[in-house]
């Protein structure tokens, strides 16, 4: 299916006035971070629920706040729901909307990069339990999705390179052309071409529903979306870097382990690192094998001595690889002297 046709069919709009799309009878949930800098006070017809967004609050009381404030506004079963936000925003009210009264519709206006290219793609939505990240959720299509890049133009240049690191990671698992794209254009910093986001960004929507339209409920091929996150959410827990910067050196390290198995031919390892220091990801941190490794002997694609590893076998091509823990930590060894 080509890539105007499978945004059809999952009902993705990309436009420049978000509010054209929705219906006037929506129940709007919104980001008070984005109802503030986006002044959408004079959205004064729907009926509006403002959520503070943060890990912490993405939690069931946040959850059930937001169901006795859909009370309160006699929401029903007839009702729509629209989160308008960040992925944190996107995740809490896709559960609210796929469980209250068993489940109403669904509009999301995603408002950060990453929230516009994967938190509000694919379906998945999440809560926090007891620290322990989207612990509960569910997997259900959202009804509409709507693009507006006008919301990137407040984003925090750290928030924004954060999205970049997903936009990396989908072209340098699918698709080449993109990669290529952006090595040689400037998308952003000091500023984002919001004109020119609308393509990168349709093109990783697009990418990113290929796969879940093979694999909704991740058996297989979904798992290529993890390319770099194996090693990314240890170091996220070890070092408390944001996801995107942890992303972008789970995808170094994972390019060299691929370099170094004889998967993927040698150079892409540079280019991967060119496009970190492009879209402001670079960090210079010393892995510690005996930190990190601990945190990864708890991942859930681990199998004995062994763990289901995301490596490229070619620019735009990835493969689900087993390699063992001791290669794991002489990889991390090695970079540790780079
Ligand atoms: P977020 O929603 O917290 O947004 C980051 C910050 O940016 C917040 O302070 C928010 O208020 C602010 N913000 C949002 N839009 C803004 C705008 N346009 N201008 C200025 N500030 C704005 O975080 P995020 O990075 O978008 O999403 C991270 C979350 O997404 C995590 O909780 C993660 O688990 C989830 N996620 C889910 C999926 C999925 O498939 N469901 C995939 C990836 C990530």
Same mark, same amino acid.
């Given at each position: 299916m080509g890539?105007?046709?499978?945004?059809?069919?999952?009902? @993705?709009?990309?436009?420049?006035?978000?509010?054209?799309?929705?219906?006037?009878?929506?129940?709007?949930?919104i980001d008070k971070n984005v109802y503030n800098l986006h002044n959408l006070k004079n959205i004064d017809s729907h009926r509006v629920i403002l959520f503070e967004a943060s890990e912490e609050n993405k939690t069931l009381s946040a959850y059930a706040e937001i169901v006795e404030k859909l009370l309160d506004i006699e929401a029903d079963r007839s009702s729509e729901i629209v989160a308008i %936000?960040?992925?944190?925003?996107?995740?809490?009210v896709a559960f609210v909307a796929s469980t209250f009264l068993r489940g109403v519709k669904l509009t999301l206006v995603p408002t950060t990069l990453l929230a516009m290219c994967d938190a509000a793609i694919g379906g998945k939505n999440g809560l926090n339990f007891q620290g322990a990240k989207n612990i509960i959720g569910n997997i259900r299509q959202p009804n509409k999705i709507v693009i507006?890049?006008?919301f990137l133009s407040t984003l925090p240049e750290e928030i924004l390179s954060d999205g970049f690191a997903e936009v990396i990671k989908i072209s340098a698992t699918c698709d080449a052309t993109l990669f290529e794209l952006l090595e040689s254009e400037t998308f952003a910093f000091p500023n984002v071409d919001l004109i020119a986001m609308r393509e990168v960004i349709r093109r990783a929507i697009?990418?990113?529903?290929? @796969?879940?339209?093979?694999?909704?409920?991740?058996?297989?091929?979904?798992? @290529?979306?993890?390319? %770099?996150?194996?090693?990314?959410h240890a170091i996220e827990a070890v070092? %408390?870097?944001?996801?995107?910067?942890?992303?972008?050196? %789970?995808?170094?390290?994972?390019?060299?382990l691929s370099e170094i198995e004889g998967i993927a031919p040698k150079g892409i390892a540079p280019r991967i690192d060119n496009l970190v220091s492009k879209y402001k990801l670079h960090k210079i @941190?010393?892995?510690?094998?005996?930190?990190?490794?601990?945190?990864?002997?708890?991942d859930k694609k681990r199998e004995k001595d062994f763990i289901y590893f995301v490596a490229l076998s070619a620019l735009g091509k990835a493969e689900i690889t087993l390699i063992s823990f001791t290669l794991l930590e002489e990889v991390l060894n090695a970079l540790h002297h780079d």
């Open positions: 890539d105007i046709d499978l945004i059809k069919k999952y009902n @993705i709009v990309l436009t420049d006035d978000f509010r054209r799309e929705l219906s006037a009878d929506s129940i709007l949930i %936000g960040g992925g944190i925003t996107c995740d809490l507006d890049t006008r697009y990418l990113k529903l290929q @796969i879940v339209a093979e694999d909704e409920f991740e058996a297989g091929k979904r798992r @290529i979306l993890n390319f %770099g996150h194996t090693l990314a070092y %408390g870097l944001s996801h995107g910067r942890a992303v972008a050196l %789970g995808m170094q390290f994972a390019v060299r @941190i010393k892995l510690q094998a005996d930190k990190i490794l601990p945190y990864m002997l708890k």
